[in-house]
C-alpha cells in the first residue's frame, strides 16, 4: 500500500441511549483516527434521543429556539426545537420523553404528550409552516391527544382522573384544529413501524418500558383500539394497519389522521438529508453504532439500515455498541463498551471512561485491514 494512501472511514453512529451522543462518539472516532485514516463524521438519529439537533446540523443556518414547555407530567420546563428558515425541528424525546423522568416517575396513567404541542404553537405562532417531528423516546401511551388538544383538539371525556387523555375519551372534534393548520406541512420521522394496537401495537411492545404493568398493557391496547374507531371516522385509510402508527404512543396515527402528516422512515431521511450514499461511495469501511445492538436492529434501526448500505456495496462494516444480542452477523465485527466495563450501569454511566479503550481496538482492527 502506498504510505501516501490514507484509507476512508465513514463514521455514523447512532447515539448510546442515557450515555454518548452521536456527535460524541464522532469526536472519539476522528481524534484517533484521522492521522493515519481520512474521517468522515455523519452523526446519525432515526427519531429518537438527539435527533433533532442531528438532523437540523445538515439544514443551511439551522437555529436553537427555547420556549416554555412541560415535560410528560407536565411540569414546566425550558423547551428547544431548531429553526432553518419556516422549517421547525421538533424532538419528542427533549421535550417530553422518558429522558425528561426519573424511572420511578414513569406513569403510563398520566404521561402525556403536551409539551409537543406547546412546542408546535410556538413554532407556527412563530413563522414556520413546516414541522419536522422527530417521535422516538417518547413516555406515553397517549395517542397524541396530548398535543393535539393543546392545539386546538376538542375532546370529550367520561372523567378527569387521568392526565392521559385516551383513558378516559369518549368523542372527539378535530374541525378547529384542522383549520388552524391547514396551512401546516407535517412530517413525522419515526423509529419503529409498528402499528397503533394489537401484540405488535404500541401498547404491547413500548408500554412495558414506558413504566406499564401487564394490566395496563391489556388496558391502554384496548383504549388504543376505542381510539382507532374515533379515528377512523376521519380517514379514508387503514388506521389499525398504519405503517408506523404505533410509534411514540400511538402520535403519529393521530397526527397523520387530523393533519395530514406524512409518516416517513428515521432511518431512511437521515440516510437522505446527511448525503450518506455519496460520502458511502467514497468509503473503504464504515462505522455504525447504538446503545443495543439486537434483532429490532435489522428491522429499521440505523445500523441495521446502514449495515444493508455496506453488503450492497462490499464496503466492510463495523459496529460499537454498548451491549449486542448474539445472532446478529449483518456486521464484519462488533465491539462492545460491556467488554470494557466492571458492569452494564459502569458501561452507561462511565461511558466517557471505557469508550477511548473500545476506539483504540477498533483502530487496531482497522490496522490489520489496511496493512
Not at 92 to 103: N, S, V
Request: with cysteine; proline share 5%; hydrophobic share 40%.
Amino acid at each position: 500500500m502506498s504510505d501516501s494512501f490514507k484509507p476512508t472511514v465513514l463514521v455514523a453512529p447512532n447515539a448510546f441511549k442515557d450515555s454518548l451522543t452521536a456527535p460524541q462518539i464522532c469526536d472519539y472516532f476522528n481524534s484517533l483516527l484521522s492521522g493515519r485514516y481520512r474521517v468522515i463524521s455523519l452523526p446519525a438519529g432515526d427519531g429518537g434521543d438527539g435527533t433533532a439537533e442531528i438532523i437540523a446540523s445538515y439544514f443551511p443556518l439551522p437555529r436553537p429556539v427555547y420556549f416554555p414547555a412541560v415535560d410528560a407530567l407536565e411540569r414546566p420546563v425550558r423547551g428547544t426545537y431548531y429553526r432553518s428558515g419556516k422549517t421547525a425541528i421538533i424532538e419528542l424525546a427533549g421535550i417530553c420523553g422518558l429522558k425528561t423522568l426519573k424511572i420511578q416517575e414513569y406513569d403510563v396513567l398520566n404521561a402525556n404528550t403536551t409539551g409537543v404541542g406547546k412546542a408546535v404553537n410556538h413554532a407556527v405562532t412563530n413563522g414556520a409552516n413546516e414541522i419536522l417531528l422527530c417521535v422516538g423516546g417518547s413516555a406515553s401511551i397517549d395517542g397524541g391527544l396530548g398535543a393535539l388538544t393543546e392545539m386546538g383538539l376538542k375532546i370529550t371525556k367520561s372523567h378527569d382522573k387521568y392526565r392521559n387523555h385516551i383513558i378516559d375519551l369518549k368523542q372527539i372534534d378535530p374541525s378547529d384544529l384542522k383549520i388552524k393548520f391547514k396551512d401546516v406541512k407535517f412530517t413525522i420521522l419515526c423509529d419503529v413501524e409498528n402499528p397503533l394496537y394489537g401484540k405488535t401495537g404500541a401498547a404491547y411492545v413500548f408500554a412495558p418500558q414506558k413504566g406499564a404493568s401487564p394490566q395496563q398493557v391489556i388496558q391502554l391496547d384496548t383504549y388504543l383500539k376505542r381510539y382507532a374507531s374515533l379515528l377512523t371516522g376521519y380517514s379514508n385509510a387503514d388506521v389499525a394497519g398504519l405503517k408506523y402508527g404505533g410509534a411514540a404512543g400511538g402520535i403519529t396515527t393521530a397526527f397523520a389522521v387530523f393533519l395530514g402528516a406524512r409518516l416517513i422512515s428515521g432511518s431512511e431521511y437521515y440516510l437522505q438529508v446527511s448525503g450518506f450514499e455519496k460520502h458511502l461511495r467514497e468509503s473503504h469501511v464504515v462505522i455504525t453504532g447504538e446503545g443495543r445492538i439486537d434483532r429490532q436492529s435489522l428491522y429499521g434501526k440505523m445500523p441495521g439500515v446502514i449495515a444493508d448500505k455496506c453488503r450492497q456495496r462490499h464496503i466492510p462494516v463495523i459496529a460499537v455498541a454498548g451491549i449486542s444480542e448474539p445472532g446478529v452477523e449483518i456486521f464484519d465485527r462488533i465491539f462492545r463498551l460491556i467488554d470494557y466495563a466492571p458492569c452494564l450501569q459502569a458501561s452507561i454511566q462511565q461511558a466517557q471512561c471505557y469508550f477511548p479503550a473500545l476506539c483504540r481496538d477498533v483502530k487496531k482492527y482497522l490496522d490489520t485491514l489496511f496493512r
